[in-house]
């Protein structure tokens, strides 16, 4: 003890010939040291300081993914509404075509009727029309014989003769037949 | 001090490792000799500034709780991260009930290595008694642990079933040796890698004041610090990464 003394004495004055470490006489002193450092260094981080920093980690972590999360959600959503909007689209499209369609069809019919009414007014038209020249017809056939008739007697009564009507009359029939 | 005045020129590379009382005045008493283990040292002192940085790290950076970090709370989610990680990968799913320890242990490490690099600071991972409790914590809680958590067939993991019969129990005999040498090369590392680089930059700063060599040992001392600051993360690294390596045969179970 006494000579480590003096060994640690001559080194504080400044020409020690051996290592400061190896002076067992401070080891003591150093090892309570670092025992109490080393005792507040571990209750500082395992009560305070690590469980603080393990939790804000863990909250950042989830907060990044919560925020991945709720991108996905949006974009999902965002895909959806366009799927709902084409479809929406793809509907008045088709209803469209399908009103113009009926629209077609109704004036279809309303003109396949209008014709067929004319057709059937065309054809009542035409058969009147018919009737009436078959009425002129006969009305002429009638005059002509009367005007035959006539034109005969006064034919006859012109060259002088005796106008016989009877013999006329029966002439021009049998002339008229013939 | 009188030699510096007797030559003009010394270099003491070892002075900075020197524990010495803190609220003491050298010119007046002895502040190195008889040290008691509750005296307040400059040991006490450099410890103190590592676990407030720690706390203003970890605990004042993430007072916020933001989900959109600062800088600081940043970094600490970052060394955060980047633990765990190593814990789960080396250690597996079983391990990571321990994670808190790992941090303590390479936060500490990388903070005491970190401060050290100040000028006229105290590198406390330059001790040995450091490192070797540091070691040595690691070696008997995996040691206990493993005894606990497998019972005897933790020592199954000295036995090699996979070499030939006859090679077992040489290997055993060598695998016992290297088991118990863990902890000393675990710690030398540590306090080898900073004693040696901070002693170096100590004998470069001295040569500093011969003018004909003083440009070029500014230089070198420029560039190993820079190296040093490189060391100092990356012996809190390999200190940790070797503490989950070590966890993971008393947590996974024997495998070899």
Redesign the interface.
């Known amino acids: 003890m006494a000579t480590e003394?003096?060994e640690?004495?001559a080194?504080?004055?400044?020409?020690?010939a051996g290592?400061?470490?190896?002076?067992i006489?401070?080891?003591?002193?150093?090892?309570?040291?670092?025992?109490?450092?080393?005792v507040?260094?571990?209750f500082?981080?395992?009560r305070?300081?690590?469980p603080?920093?393990?939790?804000?980690?863990a909250?950042?972590s989830s907060?990044i993914t919560n925020d991945l999360a709720a991108a996905e959600e949006l974009k999902q959503k965002a895909v959806a509404a366009e799927k709902a909007y084409n479809a929406a689209l793809e509907k008045a499209r088709a209803d469209a075509g399908r009103i113009v369609a009926e629209a077609k069809a109704e004036i279809q019919a309303d003109l396949d009727k209008a014709t067929a009414q004319a057709d059937v007014e065309i054809a009542a038209k035409g058969a009147e029309s018919e009737a009436r020249i078959a009425e002129i017809r006969a009305g002429a056939l009638e005059s002509v014989t009367e005007v035959a008739k006539d034109t005969a007697k006064e034919i006859v009564a012109a060259l002088g003769g005796k106008a016989d009507a009877r013999g006329i009359t029966a002439a021009v029939t049998a002339k008229l037949k013939g | 001090m009188t030699d510096v005045a007797e030559t003009g020129f010394a270099i003491h590379p070892m002075d900075q490792f020197i524990v010495k009382r803190f609220f003491c005045d050298a010119a007046h008493a002895d502040c190195t000799s008889n040290i008691k283990w509750y005296e307040i040292t400059n040991v006490t002192v450099w410890m103190a500034v590592a676990v407030l940085a720690i706390i203003a790290l970890m605990v004042l950076g993430s007072r916020g709780r933001a989900v959109i970090p600062t800088r600081l709370q940043s970094m600490g989610e970052m060394i955060y991260g980047f633990i765990y990680k190593m814990v789960e990968d080396v250690t597996g799913h079983d391990g990571v009930k321990y994670f808190p320890y790992v941090m303590t242990l390479f936060l500490f490490i990388l903070f005491s290595n970190l401060l050290g690099l100040i000028p006229m600071s105290f590198t406390t991972t330059s001790h040995v008694a450091v490192t070797v409790t540091l070691a040595l914590l690691v070696f008997l809680g995996v040691t206990i642990l493993g005894l606990v958590k497998n019972g005897i067939g933790f020592l199954g993991m000295f036995w090699v079933s996979s070499a030939p019969l006859a090679l077992r129990p040489v290997l055993a005999v060598i695998e016992v040796i290297s088991y118990f040498v863990r902890p000393v090369s675990h710690s030398i590392r540590l306090a080898g890698n900073l004693m040696a680089g901070h002693a170096v930059m100590k004998v470069f700063a001295g040569f500093a004041s011969m003018a004909v060599i003083s440009p070029v040992a500014v230089g070198a001392v420029t560039a190993i610090y820079g190296l040093e600051l490189l060391v100092a993360v990356v012996q809190a690294y390999v200190f940790t990464i070797l503490t989950c390596v070590y966890l993971k045969d008393a947590v996974g179970g024997a495998h070899h």
């Open positions: 003394a003096h640690a004495a080194g504080a004055a400044g020409h020690s290592m400061p470490q190896l002076d006489s401070t080891w003591a002193n150093q090892i309570f040291w670092l025992v109490i450092a080393l507040v260094i571990y500082v981080l395992s305070v300081a690590l603080r920093i393990g939790a804000v980690l909250d950042r907060t």
